[in-house]
């Protein structure tokens, strides 16, 4: 079989190579072909040029073979390294693995009440963070809070000498707490502008700059002026202003760090207070304020009218334009009038004497009547106001029905107000004006008896 093949195949190679080497001689030049030699001799330069050709392709096969097979032999003996080197290291793991799992029972065995002691610490240090960002302390060791911060984040033991920092700023704050200290900080005053102020702080409870409270914002660590202090507190401020060490200052201290300070200045005034009344509240003063000037004049005339009285009863001489005087004067004419014209005389001068020291306490007493009816007035357009609100916004907000409410209650005690002073006033004048006459009258009885 291998024979046909050969000799199928060489006819094949000749007659390729012939029609090379035509092509060849085509191209350089044209060739003729005379005799059967010639192409013999073309067809063994061919073959022998072929030969060289696949020698050269086979040595070059050869010789890349060999490097491959070096390159492979190379990569196979890598593989081994890094094979051994694999068990080596993973050997190596498992030993450190073992290792690591033994210290770290040894680590929690020779630890003991450390770690314990580490979450006391952290749960410590949180606590301490939180309490003194709410102190006013604060404003004087503000570095204090990264520290505890840290301290309280920590995933690992604390060193010693954070232990040690730890235990500093305990004391600090306590020994800070109990202590009146200076220092400088930025203010905010009504108007949002900081500026420096030398600033007082009495324990974790107040501060004061310039003479004012001021108030700890501790959500800002910053503090800022109040709108106004509590009334009869500015001379214990301004001492407490000039205080040296040593010195002793009665000073009103607010233990809840501000919010009663806050609840004291939300109170209205006086004369908030009585703004709240309205227009009925203001007429219910004008009328307490011209009462009480009534009831003065007249008990300045009346105490004056009695002690002259009484001095013209003990000297016997009596001014004129005084009843003791007509009376004395009507009965110097007794020889001349009879009983009954001696007594109508003695009537007529009384009648008019009455009125004369009666004048103007009932109207006192008209305005002491007047000043509960007006309240009540204000009581019932208080109540308008608030049943307005109700029916407009509902009662989800008491704020919108306070005005109202407050306008009936702030008349109904002004009206109070106004009505007590008043009835005090009238009946002492009445009382006097009574006595002025009672005095008269038994003077006149007691002269008409003795003559």
Do not use: C
Request: hydrophobic share 40%; charged share 25%; aromatic share 6%.
């Amino acid at each position: 079989m291998k024979k046909i093949i050969n000799s199928l195949i060489l006819p094949i190679i000749l007659v390729t190579s012939f029609q090379l080497n035509a092509q060849e001689v085509s191209m350089s030049a044209p060739v003729v072909v005379t005799d059967i030699e010639q192409l013999l001799e073309l067809v063994k330069d061919s073959s022998t040029l072929r030969s060289v050709e696949d020698s050269k392709r086979l040595a070059d096969f050869n010789k890349s073979k060999q490097k491959q097979e070096k390159l492979l032999a190379d990569a196979k003996w890598l593989l081994k390294v890094q094979s051994n080197r694999e068990k080596k290291l993973t050997k190596q793991f498992e030993d450190n693995d073992s290792n690591l799992s033994d210290l770290e029972e040894q680590l929690n065995l020779k630890i003991g009440t450390l770690g314990e002691l580490f979450g006391v610490v952290r749960q410590l240090s949180g606590d301490a963070k939180s309490t003194y960002s709410q102190s006013l302390t604060n404003l004087e060791f503000p570095s204090r809070i990264e520290f505890l911060g840290n301290l309280a984040e920590r995933k690992e033991l604390p060193k010693v000498f954070e232990l040690e920092q730890l235990w500093y700023e305990l004391l600090n704050e306590m020994n800070a707490s109990g202590k009146v200290s200076k220092f400088s900080s930025e203010v905010l005053d009504t108007s949002g502008d900081s500026s420096l102020q030398d600033v007082i702080r009495v324990g974790q409870f107040n501060a004061i700059a310039d003479s004012n409270y001021l108030r700890f914002i501790s959500e800002e660590q910053s503090l800022e002026f109040l709108s106004k202090n509590p009334d009869g507190t500015r001379s214990s401020l301004k001492k407490l202003t000039n205080f040296e060490n040593g010195d002793y200052v009665e000073f009103s201290i607010d233990p809840t760090r501000g919010s009663l300070l806050n609840l004291i200045l939300q109170n209205p005034s006086v004369i908030e207070r009585v703004n709240q009344g309205g227009f009925v509240g203001y007429i219910i003063l004008l009328i307490l304020a011209s009462g009480l000037a009534l009831g003065g004049l007249r008990g300045v005339f009346l105490f004056n009218s009695q002690k002259s009285l009484t001095e013209e009863l003990e000297s016997g001489k009596y001014a004129e334009g005084s009843p003791l005087k007509d009376i004395d004067d009507v009965l110097k004419q007794k020889a001349n009038l009879d009983q009954d014209q001696l007594e109508t005389k003695i009537e007529a001068i009384l009648s008019s004497t009455g009125p004369m020291y009666e004048k103007s306490i009932s109207t006192i007493k008209l305005l002491a009547a007047v000043a509960p009816l007006l309240g009540l007035l204000g009581t019932v357009i208080g109540m308008i106001g608030t049943f307005q609100a109700i029916t407009l916004f509902g009662t989800g907000d008491p704020k919108l029905m306070a005005e109202g409410i407050s306008t009936a209650l702030v008349t109904t005690m002004l009206g109070l107000i106004a009505a007590v002073p008043l009835l005090f006033v009238h009946n002492q004048l009445d009382t006097r004006s009574r006595e002025i006459i009672q005095l008269i009258e038994e003077e006149a009885i007691g002269k008409i008896a003795s003559k």
